[in-house]
């Protein structure tokens, strides 16, 4: 008797919700194993989390703060995740919006009025993440040199870099007056989101949600998103259609970094208020890539997913301060990670279900656990841009 | 050359050398099976907190060595798992991966972050050779795990070319479906080369901290060496030796800067340390284009899963 995994004859609406919610719990399980081992009460340190984060206004209100730049670095990931262009450089792309951001805000700031200010640093932002992109984009549409790593060493580059602004030189970001501890230059005033009353969410959640809806517009309604989708799924397909995947490559990879970049520009005119490295490093690009993963590449899935990990990112720092027991802030990342795991693996079991066979009769024998699907049918991120188109 | 700073320099850029090779020859073991595993960085976390902990409950250097090599390996199962049977894509696995292997390893390190290591791999010098000028304290002067993986690197190479498994491998890496009709068992080959990656990387990560700096800190312990390894891969168009002939190029990038802080030069440290990262990016380039892809070795079935087809 052998396990085969075989297509679902028939897909129902539920398989699609049931598999990621299963990953979730299944996740939780598995932190809970590491938190016993650690000498923590999973079921103390999981009501907590969920109290810190999704309960009181402050705690809801911190979740989406949090979740503000999640969205705007998850859109950049899946924009070009769903082509099958693998920027995973969005944390990169993000200082090196911050850098652009924060140059704008000092420099145009003081002399325009608050929403154009604002506008400005957002702007600015975008084109440092794009820039930033740009190397990238130029090497794999011309070369096809592998993006994943560009994209990844650029985002050393760009720590480095921002670093170096702030820590290493004197330059136009850093605060002259701060010489002991080395600080970014507070930008105008009036480059600043909007904040809603004491709460620290402010005009910037509305801003991504505007952003989520127009890639989803983008990608829907006009014909540069009709063909980020067609050599997404079939770079045949395009080459036939006489599709230059040059072009849309190079445009699929450089949106990605402007959504990167604009990811720094929020964090910068919303909560930073200066080019400020310790405040910027949070990981907010990487996480970005989960959240798409997660969402499976959909903007609107996008918004809710975010949320959630959001929330959990708020009840990571909450949990670090829990009377008795101070559970690490890194129990969140771990979370991240499992849920993320299971997430994926439990991805093929919506079209796909486990049976068991007698063995020898499959054209499979050998293997343990043998694969088999339809010849052709796509697999990966390709695959899954129909469910979310 | 006689300049004695320059020759530490180079004896460091060695030992420095060690733990991205290692990393590096099993990202290539898993490649050469036609399997890209981005979680180096992660599995080598795990490594490397796992073996500072037995380090420091057993005080035997061997057996943090060979656990924080399991740890990894163990860690490299679930990429198998995810990506051979059930099919997901192997660049969102991947990173996954790095994701969950951080989160532990730095949630596990927390409580021995800023601690000593007791025990950790001294140099083993070979009397007389290593009182030569230069190459005494370059070759003849270190820890045993870097002569080690220099034998690796010799035998991964023999494995490949000269063996029948290793040409197994490199078929399954080529084209499984062709393997796969020669009667060689595709996912078995697959799994057994990413865990043997990841029981690499896992190592890697272990003589960081027990080879290195032997403290554990979160962001210092690894900093992105397992990215480095993976760009390495490809520098070296998946040759062992050229991996290892790579890894010592890279391990001396990033020791210069100490060097240059150490002769007065005066360059800001922040520049100095985009170096490697540049000239991982300027050798992908030359190296790494569709064109030269081919020619210079890449799996042909690199990044694709393989689905048997079933009617």
Known sequence: MRLRLERRLEQRWWHAVAAPVGAVVAALAVGAVFLAIEGFSPLTVYRELFKASFTSAFGITDSLAIATPLVVTGLAAAVAFRMNLFNIGAEGQLYAGAIGGAWAGLALGPHLPAPLAVAAVLAASAVGGLVWALPMAVFKAWFGTSEIITSLMLTFVAQYLMRYLIFGSRSYWRDPESTNFPQGRKIAEAAELPQFGTYRIGWGLVVVVAVAVAVWALIRFTSVGFDMNVVGTSPEAARYAGISTVRVVLMGLLLSGALGGLAGGIEVAGRAHALDPNGLELGLGFTGIVVAALARYNPFAILLVATFLGGLRNAGVALQTLPGARVPVEVSLMLQGAILLFAIGAEIFVRHWLRLVRSGLGPAAGAGLSTAADPGEPVGPAGRAEVTA | ?311
């Open chain 2, 1 to 311: 050359m006689n300049d004695a700073a320059f020759v530490a320099l180079l004896a460091a850029s060695v030992v420095a050398g060690v733990p991205i090779a290692l990393a590096a020859l099993g990202e290539l073991l898993a490649e050469r099976s036609g399997v890209l595993n981005l979680g180096v960085e992660g599995m080598m976390l795990i490594g490397a907190v796992v073996a500072f902990q037995v380090g420091n409950s057993s005080g035997s250097l061997w057996l943090s060595l060979v656990v924080g090599a399991l740890a990894g390996g163990a860690l490299a199962l679930v990429h198998a798992v995810l990506t051979v049977t059930l099919r997901a894509s192997q660049i969102v696995s991947g990173l996954s991966l790095t994701i969950f292997g951080t989160g532990l390893a730095t949630f596990v390190g927390k409580s021995i972050e800023g601690l000593p290591l007791a025990t950790d791999f001294r140099p083993v010098a070979w009397e007389p050779l290593a009182d030569l000028p230069v190459a005494g304290p370059v070759v003849f002067d270190q820890d045993p795990i870097v002569y080690l993986t220099v034998v690796l690197s010799v035998a991964i190479t023999w494995y490949l070319r000269r063996t029948r498994a290793g040409l197994s491998l490199r078929s399954v890496g080529e084209s499984p479906a062709t393997a796969d009709s020669m009667g060689i068992a595709v996912a078995r080959l697959r799994y057994l080369h990413v865990v043997a990656g990841g029981v690499l990387a896992g190592a890697a990560g272990a003589y960081l901290v027990l080879g290195q700096v032997p403290a554990w800190s979160q962001d210092g312990t690894t900093s992105g060496l397992g990215w480095i390894a993976l760009a390495l891969v490809v520098f070296a168009s998946w040759e062992p030796m050229r991996v290892l002939l790579g890894a010592f190029l890279f391990g001396f990038s990033r020791q210069l800067n100490f060097y240059l802080q150490a002769k007065g030069v005066d360059v800001p440290a922040e520049l100095l340390s985009m170096l490697p990262y540049l000239l991982t990016i300027v050798v992908l380039v030359v190296w790494g284009s569709r064109d030269l892809r081919r020619r210079v070795g890449a799996p042909a079935a690199l990044g694709l899963p393989y689905v048997r087809d079933e009617r």
